[in-house]
């Protein structure tokens, strides 16, 4: 796919499918009024396998990608070493690495241009004096309790909650900085330290930056994709016969749309991967008794789905229909093995 | 006055006048099993200006000096900006210096040998990576409970505290840890941080040091010293009619000597300065009508006091009698002076 050139074509691009979007005007001061690149970071700790839900954020950084953008891509190893103090700092590298692979994959995989996609490690930079002299100040006039609001949605709320999880906050506002970006994405649960990282970086001599938010995708059950239960997420690593289970049990009640995990990664995944794919959105059922369905838009899709017609497709079983013969997601290959 | 040799004597002057010691068998195993000296920190922020006040630890310093103990000085230069983001960097190295210059100048004037005392600045190691990454580790296995806990009698608690005042606790505790020491100095009211050092240290596989307290002296009113209210405290840099101004002004109501900041003063301040001066304890009352009154305890001095004895003599004034025409703190100067 030819990248995107025109200024507001480039806004239209970048501001695509998102949920929320703070401070756009500097968005739009860089790509049109400076009519340069647009800087973006989008941070993820190197903790947990990156699963199939890595496509959401992925899809999207494809989208920036072809909007221009440079992309940097902040793999926190630091915070994913502190996650678990007993995984040596050895291993966790290792886990940075692996992440890198990985999410290089993904983008290759949907026909992403990754020249302007660059990798930070935190540790490349988090340890320095600058940064903890920084994170100091920073420290000095945020209050605990906004430090504690900002971590709420993503940080575990608990009695014995380790300091850490305050500082966390202050750390991902303070990298805007650091990484010398323009913007940081993330998921809407983001939020608060986003309007955090807004509030507090001028009160130390540095700028707002804005913050575009993805919308929440639930996870094959429907709640949020839960690392500690492997049936809510699809695994890079899961091989075709676990695939086939997962999406099996996957929630996808017949004729219901809300919070119906399968139609979210349709919605959220593989409708957008059709543009990178087909030139357009596009995600096709074939049916056991029928010509082929294809939508272009999800609310199609949901609206034939409450009708019941979706159903005895292949690819898009019913709960506890038979096996799906081969999952769509393993679709998603290298465009060099097309 | 010739340093003390024997380690029983070196353990009774570490000791001496000490409120509380928390693991008193690691003092013990460095002076006596060890047989080697006993490294010391005392930190210090550098905000206001040393007053008199100072005098208290610094005398005790001088008796780990002369216990031939090893005594780091932090100067907290970081805390010390930190504590007040107007004052420039700069302007904090100055700061820094300016302590050094008058601890140095106190301990001098108490006669105390200075070539086991070492000042080290806390910028010269608190923002290196090393010390960063132990810092977040800490802040992984330290609930903000526990932090919020070990600060609250140093940290303002109020509504809208800045999250620093939960970071300052794990760093007094790390600075054990980084300044090599086998133990840490500090008054009473820093017990809650030694207590939090003492337990979390192990938790990143640093050992436990001994923690030595003095206990807290009042102010002359009587309260805390308070660097708001200048006349609570003797500032060094004051001139003789200041001086003079705030002995009369100093709470030390007759026959009364609970919450008696001129009679704390000669306890913890002028008694053990006597020792340093004369060889032993000793303060000597000048008075209007009568022989000098010479104490080596303050027993007895406190009963003179409460019979009325004391009063009526030049060098302690009851309240608002006529100036003090010399106060005693001025006699304590460089030993090469007298």
């Known amino acids: 796919m030819d990248d995107v050139t025109d200024p507001q074509e480039k806004i239209k691009l970048i501001n695509k499918n998102l949920f929320e979007v703070l401070n756009p005007e500097i968005v739009e001061d860089v790509v049109v009024k400076q009519n340069r690149p647009l800087v973006i970071y989008w941070g993820t700790a190197t903790t947990g396998r990156p699963h199939c839900g890595y496509f959401v954020p992925v899809l999207k950084l494809g989208d920036f990608l ?7 891509i902040l793999l926190a190893d630091i915070h994913g070493f502190l996650d678990n103090l007993k995984a040596p700092i050895e291993l966790v590298k290792f886990r940075a690495e692996y992440y890198k692979f990985v999410i290089t994959a993904l983008l290759q995989a949907v026909n992403v241009p990754i020249d302007r996609l660059e990798f930070v490690l935190g540790s490349a930079y988090q340890l320095t004096p600058a940064y903890t002299m920084d994170l100091f100040r920073l420290s000095s006039v945020v209050t605990e309790h906004d430090a504690k609001k900002a971590g709420a949605e993503v940080v575990k709320q608990v009695d014995n909650a380790p300091l850490s999880g305050l500082i966390y906050p202050l750390m991902q506002a303070l990298d805007e900085q650091h990484l010398g970006v323009d913007a940081q994405f ?11 990282a807004k509030e507090v970086l001028p009160r130390v001599g540095f700028g707002e930056r804005a913050h575009l938010m993805n919308p929440m995708v639930p996870g094959l059950h429907g709640g949020k994709m839960s690392a500690s239960d492997p ?3 699809i695994d890079l690593l899961d091989p075709p016969d676990a695939v086939r289970r997962k999406i099996r049990k996957a929630l996808a009640v017949p004729m219901q749309v809300e919070g119906n995990g399968l139609l979210s990664f349709v919605e959220y995944v593989l409708l957008p991967a059709g543009v990178l794919r087909y030139g357009e959105q596009r995600f096709v059922v074939n049916r056991r008794d029928g010509e082929p369905l294809a939508y272009t838009e999800i609310e199609q899709m949901r609206e034939d789905y409450a009708a019941d017609v979706v159903r005895a497709s292949r690819r898009f079983p019913p709960v506890c229909s038979q096996p799906a013969q081969k999952p769509h997601v393993r679709g998603l290959r290298p465009s060099s093995q097309h």
Do not use: E, H
């Open 66 to 72: 072809r909007a221009g953008c440079r992309v940097k």
């Open 231 to 233: 049936d809510s997420k």
């Open 186 to 196: 993330g998921g809407v649960d983001q939020r608060k330290i986003f309007a955090l």
